[in-house]
């Protein structure tokens, strides 16, 4: 359900006085003035004058709100919370260390509807772009049981080594395409600047080229004259390529089935969901999630179709009495170690520490398969650059060289 525009957070600078008589100014951020001015009234202060400030700030950008900036949020809050600051004043806190403005205005948000008297957990459903289903569902769970602070621990330590788990993916795959891409364009300069130059002493030379300096200069001549069609092409292509990833769910299913299959990444992308999915589930069981419950979470958070329609029918077995343990073996697509590990759980009734133990290895497993596939990598990257450049170079100096052996 899309949220209304007006539960924008909005900034207001205000002049009160408080208690005492004293003149203060200051700064706070409400949905609109009425509130902020109750909020104002709530803390003790008598406004004298409000107003919206402007959200535009020269030379500085409130900036994109990230995971990581959730994460870390969460962290803070969660230390303060065990050093037994009170909620409010604990939002009010960690805002102030955060460097990011917009998830500063985010943080200040929350415990505007919290001092209002909404619970933590509908605060943060107001902000569905950063705080997803799950995150909210363990906090409402925290907040009835009154284990709020031990809950926040939890969910800061399942959005860290979420996050981790992401970014070591990520990098995995930057480094290798970021290079090929500069390749790329370094072969595409060379073909539109340098190639020409050679081209025209070469004419001057009256003599036969060789098959493989004629098949550069051809290339050279095409792009010189369809340079602007070649590069609408390649950003079509990519446009496409990422409005299909936005719009098609077919799109995305084909990606992730195909991610899996893949021989260089598809280990990796295999490990990485079992270890999203135990994960997610050892967090959400030991929570007090059900099961079943907890099942559909994990569907939500193991990022691929193959796994989310899987665990979707593990979790109609589950509800109709099966183990979770036969359940997932009759999937056929996790390791034994994990379905050895969640019956080993089941019998002995620590499942939440079993599935942990097995998040654990299979994230020390991604680790392993970065490092491998980085090193692994830089070979192919250096081969393929060999190719593309000095390809180029050779293609160039070949006239040469075959001149100075008549000579």
């Known amino acids: 359900m899309a949220t209304k525009k007006a539960d924008a957070i909005l900034t207001f600078g205000y002049e009160a006085t408080d208690r005492k008589g004293q003149k203060i100014k200051g700064e706070i951020t409400g949905t609109n003035i009425a509130l902020a001015k109750a909020q ?22 409130k900036g994109k709100i990230t995971p990581m900036d959730v994460a870390i949020f969460t962290r803070q809050l969660a230390t303060m919370m065990k050093a037994g600051v009170p909620l409010v004043q604990s939002f009010e806190i960690v805002a102030e260390g ?40 363990l906090v409402e ?6 284990a709020l602070e031990t809950m926040l621990e939890r969910v800061a330590q399942y959005k860290e080594k979420s996050e981790i788990l992401k970014q070591k993916i990520k990098k995995a795959m930057k480094y290798p395409i970021s290079v090929i891409i500069v390749a790329v364009i370094v ?13 025209s002493m070469f004419e ?14 051809n290339m050279s001549k095409w792009l010189q004259a369809n340079w602007f069609y070649a590069l609408v092409i390649v950003l079509g292509i990519g446009g496409a390529f990422s409005e299909a990833k936005k719009r098609s769910p077919a799109f995305n299913n084909f990606l992730d089935r195909t991610a899996l299959k893949a021989p260089i990444i598809g280990d990796l992308v295999y490990k990485s969901v079992v270890a999203r999915f135990a994960r997610t589930l050892a967090t959400t069981f030991a929570a007090g999630v059900p099961l079943v419950d907890a099942l559909v979470s994990c569907a939500g958070a193991s990022g691929n179709i193959v796994y989310s329609d899987a665990i979707m029918k593990i979790k109609d077995e589950v509800s109709s009495g099966q183990q979770l343990g036969f359940a997932m073996r009759q999937s056929g697509i996790f390791p034994s170690m994990a379905l050895q590990m969640v019956a080993i759980g089941e019998e002995s009734g620590a499942l939440d520490s079993m599935l942990d133990k097995v998040a654990t290895y299979f994230e020390t497993e991604v680790d392993n ?12 990257i250096m081969a393929v650059l060999g190719v593309l450049i000095g390809g180029l170079v050779i293609a160039m100096y070949l006239p040469i060289f075959q001149m100075g052996s008549v000579v």
Do not use: H, W
């Open 40 to 61: 104002l009234r709530k803390q003790g202060f008598n406004v004298q004058k409000i107003s919206q400030k402007s959200s535009f700030s020269f030379g500085k950008s």
């Open 369 to 380: 398969a970065v490092d491998g596939l980085t090193s692994m990598m830089e070979p192919l």
């Open 187 to 199: 072969t595409v300069i060379l073909l539109l600047k340098v190639v020409p130059v050679f081209q």
């Open 204 to 217: 001057g030379f009256g003599a036969q080229l060789p098959a493989f300096t004629m098949m550069v200069v």
């Open 98 to 137: 955060l460097d990011n403005v917009a998830m500063r205005e985010v943080v200040m948000g929350i415990k505007a509807e919290v001092e209002g008297g909404g619970s933590f957990a509908s605060a943060l459903k107001k902000y569905p772009l950063y705080f997803d289903q799950l995150f909210c569902s």
């Open 141 to 146: 769970s925290g907040e009835q049981s009154g």
